[in-house]
């Protein structure tokens, strides 16, 4: 068996022992500053990711670092309270490893959320944006090796976000009069913020918001053969910028959290309906 296998079987065996009972189809990964949504789970058992084998920390601003099991929308889930960066100085492969330890555990769908500039003009601060695709500008999680246990050597990505559960957003948010924007993400490398220049070079390739997150999760969440749903909050307008304006990552952080409140409920009720 591939050792990276054996590894993933053993984070996955841990998770499971200590939540003992019914397995949970569905993982959240929260995104910066919107860790809100854990605290909704009931009858959470929290699992520091400084206890998990295999797993490395997480040291970014607003991510607490904890793997919550619980009761979501009356359905048993996964949360990652914070996720890892590869600005971090991680590898892809720990980058993703998480997805695939959860893979094992039992998951069959990927709620993925993020922090993200709104490049496209018509975004404002507190959009709700439904990932519909994305642009990858970092590293693919899948070079090297094939896990052949795990999917084929070369996934199609025709429609990494599932087409369904992007519908069922929508049907939800229409019955809660919830105002939600719907494009493509862009992911980067970070840890810099965007120039204008590249700001106004990502607008033009077709990006409708920007981060240094999510995709390469969702591509390994593809590989397993997981269903995929992605929301980025937008914090920042990422269109043209007055000569004292200065991104601040502070002040990401209190956006997300403002907008956190709605995405924690639309993702409730998505789950419900699960």
């Known amino acids: 068996m591939d050792e990276r296998v054996v590894k993933f079987k053993e984070t996955a065996a841990f998770i499971l022992a200590k939540i003992r009972g019914e397995k949970p189809e569905t993982a959240i990964i929260l995104g910066s500053g919107l860790g809100r949504l854990a605290e909704q789970i009931e009858d959470p058992v929290i699992i520091p990711y400084a206890g998990i084998p295999h797993f490395v920390h997480s040291t970014a601003i607003g991510h607490k670092g904890n793997l919550i099991c619980g009761t979501l929308g009356g359905k048993k889930v996964l949360a990652m309270q914070g996720r890892f960066h590869y600005y971090e100085g991680y590898s892809m492969q720990e980058v993703t490893y998480p997805v695939r330890a959860m893979y094992f555990a039992g998951i069959k769908n990927l709620f993925v959320s993020n922090a993200a500039g709104g490049v496209n003009y018509d975004y404002k601060v507190g959009d709700l944006m439904i990932i519909r695709d994305h642009i990858n500008l970092l590293p693919n999680p899948l070079i090297g090796k094939n ?37 493509v993400y862009l992911g980067g490398t970070g840890p810099t913020y965007e120039t204008p220049a590249e700001y106004r070079f990502f607008r033009l390739a077709g990006a409708d918001a920007v ?23 937008i914090t920042n307008e990422a269109h043209e910028f007055p000569l004292d304006y200065v991104n601040d990552g502070d002040d990401v952080i209190k956006a997300a ?3 956190a409140g709605v995405m924690s409920m639309l993702f409730t009720k998505m789950i419900e309906r699960l």
């Open 211 to 233: 981060g240094m997150s999510t995709v390469p999760e969702v591509i390994v969440a593809r590989h397993c053969g997981l269903r995929v749903f992605g929301m980025s909050v």
């Open 147 to 183: 896990v052949e246990e795990i999917g084929p050597r070369f996934p199609d990505m025709t429609r990494p976000y599932d087409l369904s559960l992007i519908q069922l957003a929508e049907t939800v948010a229409a019955e809660h009069h919830i105002r939600l924007q719907k494009g």
């Open 257 to 259: 959290d403002k907008a």
